[in-house]
């Protein structure tokens, strides 16, 4: 009987030690962030198609920065800044990069990155609800993320390499 005592005591630690290290693993700031897309909020999370078919959720990428970009094929705006998100995925391969197309098809799309040569991952919002709950109003929107899942910048309209690297806090 004091065995399982001891082993139920033991176990209890166990899991309050797994709990209070996984919090901490997340940090402060995701624990104590509202959702939202302002800056300092907790990113909304969301699971979209990849090009290919693979599925990405958001949140699985924490320990990440993140940068997403909202675009569309016929956006003159996010022609001129695909060069650039092409060379931040080429440079920083410690930055996630999810290009999200709004409202188009998949064979569309496709045709539109491998005419272009790029190479960076692109998911799939056709039916528009996740660049709604990001409130994008026009393209390109950008949204950059610290490791916790935190926007630390966003933008809407074509940027430079320099400033992707500028808005993501990289030297």
Not at 45 to 55: A, C, I, M, R
Not at 58 to 65: A, E, N, T
Request: charge should be neutral; aromatic fraction near 10%; include cysteine.
């Amino acid at each position: 009987m004091k065995k399982r005592i001891s082993l139920t005591i033991i176990l209890l630690i166990i899991v309050l030690g797994a709990i209070f290290f996984y919090n901490k693993a997340l940090g402060e700031d995701t624990i104590n962030a509202k959702i939202g897309t302002n800056i300092g909020d907790l990113a909304p999370d969301f699971t979209l198609q990849k090009v290919n078919g693979e599925e990405l959720t958001l949140s699985k990428l924490r320990g990440k920065k993140v940068f997403i970009n909202f675009w569309t094929t016929n956006c003159p705006y996010c022609r001129l800044e695909m060069p650039e998100i092409q060379r931040l995925y080429e440079e920083h391969p410690e930055v996630e990069i999810l290009s999200v197309n709004i409202m188009e098809n998949r064979g569309k799309v496709i045709n539109f990155l491998l005419t272009n040569g790029f190479s960076f991952p692109t998911l799939l919002d056709s039916k528009g609800q996740v660049a709604t709950s990001y409130l994008v109003r026009g393209t390109p929107t950008s949204y950059f993320l610290d490791e916790n899942g935190i926007i630390i910048n966003k933008n809407v309209g074509a940027i430079s390499y320099q400033q992707m690297l500028k808005m993501l806090d990289i030297e």
